[in-house]
């Protein structure tokens, strides 16, 4: 049987030339990278290296990268410590409704410690206006967090406008863009980011492994207890693989961008437009042109996103429907509710998200499938 991935929004396949840059680091060069000797040393090599691969990609000094094992992680570390270290200067933080639960459960967690937080609305195509953010900015706000691109309907943020904003108002501006490094271009510097979380098994990388850029001055601390591993800022003996694979998934990620955008950009054009031709009642979900790369959603009125699941993924397809972390609830995803959506329609979501190694051949047999399922499923 066929088996097509178009879910690589919820994780990807390590790219065989990573796992080969990885694998010594298994085996011969095991070395911890605090350790004095020889296999030390060239562990501590490897990291300054992966170091050295992950700050090129987004243009920030390697000495403002922390590595840490993952998303949720960066997240987690950038929002609280950030908070906690500076409450003093004020209480008020500012995040988007449609953030991932890594975000937005960091948010609730300091809404508990004391602190005050504004939750923006976004428009129908699940933007964050920056009037919005204009309009919710105060002279107590720290810190606001916007997502880069969203991972359910690929909404693409004007992050600079809103670190702008921030700046503006004196607050620290922090993105997730575990989305979108190694998609689209980042330029810290030049979108005027002060926190970035990124994750490596979004972009070809191994799992449990990720890092948070931290533009210098900005005052953070470490989440774990512990050594004084990655400058004091994350205890813990290096994944020294797993940094490696980062590195290496960056540095190709860099190389290929406008390939595989271009490539993306096509197939996510002809799944699109196959769709809109033959399935009637869909309605397309996230920003038209401001969007990731072959990312396509859409809900499909009078069909539910589970049993469309699973009827694909009975034919070989693999995709999600909202995000992988709420499906086998019942409820329909925050996001697409975020965006106005009625229930009734947000219930029959559908997330295709390709990748890298997907062809036109995959999109065609997809388009073959979709339909009939679809409409099966409506006479049901
Ligand atoms: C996947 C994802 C995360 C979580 O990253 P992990 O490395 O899996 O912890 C956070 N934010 C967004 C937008 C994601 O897509």
Do not use: W
């Amino acid at each position: 049987m066929r088996s097509i991935y178009m879910d690589h929004s919820a994780t990807t396949p390590v790219d065989p030339r990573v796992f080969e840059a990885m694998k010594p680091y298994y085996t011969c060069e095991f070395g911890n990278a605090s350790s004095v000797h020889r296999k030390g040393q060239a562990a501590r090599k490897a990291v300054e290296t992966g170091r050295e691969q992950i700050a090129a990609l987004i243009n920030a000094n390697p000495q403002e990268i922390v590595f840490t094992s993952g998303g949720t992680e960066s997240d987690n570390q950038a929002i609280i410590t950030f908070a906690l270290n500076n409450g003093k200067q004020g209480k008020h933080l500012i995040t988007s409704a449609i953030e991932h639960h890594a975000v937005l459960e960091s948010f609730h967690y300091l809404e508990r410690c004391g602190y005050d937080v504004t939750i923006l609305p976004v428009n129908a195509q699940g933007m964050v206006e920056p009037e919005t953010l204009a309009g919710a900015i105060r002279p107590d706000t720290i810190l606001v967090s916007v997502m880069h691109a969203n991972n359910e309907i690929g909404t693409v943020q004007p992050i600079e406008e809103l670190a702008a904003i921030s700046h503006k108002a004196g607050a620290v501006f922090h993105t997730d863009a575990v989305q979108t490094v190694g998609k689209l271009p980042i330029d810290v510097r030049r979108m005027g980011i002060d926190m970035l979380s990124a994750s490596s098994h979004k972009l070809y990388g191994p799992k449990g492994i990720g890092c948070l850029y931290v533009k210098k001055g900005v005052r953070i601390s470490n989440l774990l207890y512990g050594g004084g591993q990655e400058s004091k800022l994350r205890a813990g003996t290096e994944n020294v693989p797993g940094i490696v694979g980062l590195g290496k998934a960056a540095e190709i990620a860099g190389q290929e961008m406008q390939q595989r955008a271009d490539l993306l950009t096509r197939l996510g054009k002809r799944l699109r437009e196959g769709i809109i031709n033959s399935i009637p009642n869909a309605i397309f979900t996230g920003h038209p042109d401001q969007r990731v790369p072959g990312s396509v959603s859409v809900c499909f009125q009078f069909a539910d996103g589970e049993p469309i699941l699973l009827m694909l993924d009975s034919y070989g397809i693999m995709a999600s429907s909202g995000s992988a972390c709420v499906c086998g609830a019942l409820d329909p995803s925050p996001v697409l509710l975020a965006i106005g959506l009625p229930h009734e329609i947000a219930r029959g979501s559908l997330r295709l998200t390709l990748g890298k190694d997907n062809t036109e051949e995959d999109v065609d047999y997809t388009l073959e499938v979709l339909p009939k399922l679809i409409a099966n499923l409506r006479r049901m």
